[in-house]
């Protein structure tokens, strides 16, 4: 299943991509680990010398990526490969443990404050589960209007500004001196789009963003994404664990394991050509209405944990075409073809 296009060059240092167009967000060799919270006896086993610390979740392990001024760029991978981590640096909710983070070029750490907290807002998050992140206590006017009140960021009357989020994340005005519970999980999810919009974001981290939602409404929401996309001028990270969610909405996409980027490609690539054997078994599982066979092939055994990574490639454990030094040595994301990274020795072995 490997092509054998062969390896061209090592791309570490390379992750803007062929269009040459600077990025407007750039990860720069990002780690970031959790440190596990002991209990009680467990603090005392320790303090007492009888127990070494815990050890940490090893969430995100050097990971460069570049999302370039007007496109989506898909992120996907099984739960807990740590996308939702990665999407949190990104929106600057969490500080790596390790690596940089550029806005239009410039390292956010070296931004005067106020230029970073511009910065920050203008990267929003739109999350899977809009109850979960809407208070309930609160009217969606208000909701929507409290973070560009706080930023000075409301121009004229109050009531006509929130108006105008509502019309623009296909809301019904109407509506906003409702409650989060009056409204339906499509409009909830409206709620916390116009919320994210109200502050004129350039950016959307949208993580797992239809997941919770049925599928027709799914496609609702991924249309507004494209159309908000249009008439804003807007990027977007999206992550979903669905390649086939993926699939209709992304020019680029960007393969994750265990806390890795695995695969990167203009999205018709990977579709086409999937290089990564974890990449291919992802593929494998995509139901699609052409398939003449009955059952999908699942990925072997499960993730395993972050605790304890395998050694050398981290899928050596899972993948059909393991060779000794899979186990050894940690594969680098390598190109394999115009625009097309994979992090797998096979292609070495191929060459
Ligand atoms: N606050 C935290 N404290 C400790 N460990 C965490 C924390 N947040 C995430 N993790 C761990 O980091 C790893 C990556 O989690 P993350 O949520 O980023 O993955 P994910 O791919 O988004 O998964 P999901 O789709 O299930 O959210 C997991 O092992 C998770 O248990």
């Not at 740590?82 to 690596?99: F, H, M, N, W």
């Not at 005005?173 to 519970?181: I, Q």
């Not at 190109?335 to 072995?349: I, M, Q, R, T």
Request: with cysteine; aromatic share 6%.
């Amino acid at each position: 299943m490997i092509p054998s296009t062969p390896v061209a060059a090592d791309i570490q240092s390379s992750s803007a991509g062929s269009s040459g167009m600077a990025p407007l967000i750039e990860l720069n060799e990002i780690s970031h680990s959790f440190g596990t919270r002991p209990d009680l006896a467990a603090r005392l086993a320790i303090s007492f010398k009888l127990a070494k610390p815990t050890a940490s979740v090893q969430a995100i392990d050097g990971v460069s990526l570049a999302v370039r001024r007007g496109e989506v760029l898909g992120l996907v991978g099984e739960s807990g490969c740590g996308k939702s981590t990665l999407g949190r640096i990104v929106a600057g909710i969490v500080a790596p443990s390790k690596g940089s983070v550029s806005w239009r070029g410039k390292d956010l750490k070296a931004l005067p404050p106020l230029e970073r907290r511009e910065a920050k807002l203008r990267v929003q998050m739109i999350f899977q589960n809009p109850y979960a992140s809407l208070n309930p206590r609160r009217k969606a006017a208000d909701i929507v209007s409290e973070a560009p009140r706080v930023h000075g960021l409301v121009e004229g009357d109050l009531g006509t500004f929130v108006d105008q989020q509502f019309r623009r994340a296909g809301l019904d005005p109407a509506l906003k001196h409702r409650f989060p519970h009056q409204f339906s999980g499509g409009q909830r999810q409206r709620i916390g789009i116009a919320r994210a919009l109200a502050v004129q974001p350039e950016f959307l981290v949208c993580d797992e963003a239809v997941a919770a939602l049925d599928v027709s409404i799914q496609a609702q929401i991924l249309n507004l994404f494209m159309d908000l996309r249009e008439r804003l001028n807007l990027t977007y990270l999206f992550i979903s664990h669905d390649l086939g969610v993926v699939e209709h909405i992304s020019d680029r996409v960007a393969i994750m394991y265990l806390g890795r980027i695995v695969e990167e490609a203009p999205a018709e690539e990977i579709f086409a050509r999937a290089n990564h054997p974890y990449t291919q078994a992802l593929l494998a599982e995509v139901p699609r209405i052409e398939t003449t066979k009955r059952g999908f092939a699942a990925i072997k055994g499960e993730l395993p944990s972050p605790l304890s990574p395998p050694s050398g490639c981290h899928f050596h454990p899972r993948c059909p075409h393991a060779m000794p030094r899979c186990r050894t040595e940690a594969p680098r994301l390598k190109v394999v073809a115009a625009g097309h990274k994979s992090a797998c020795h096979l292609n070495d072995a191929a060459a």
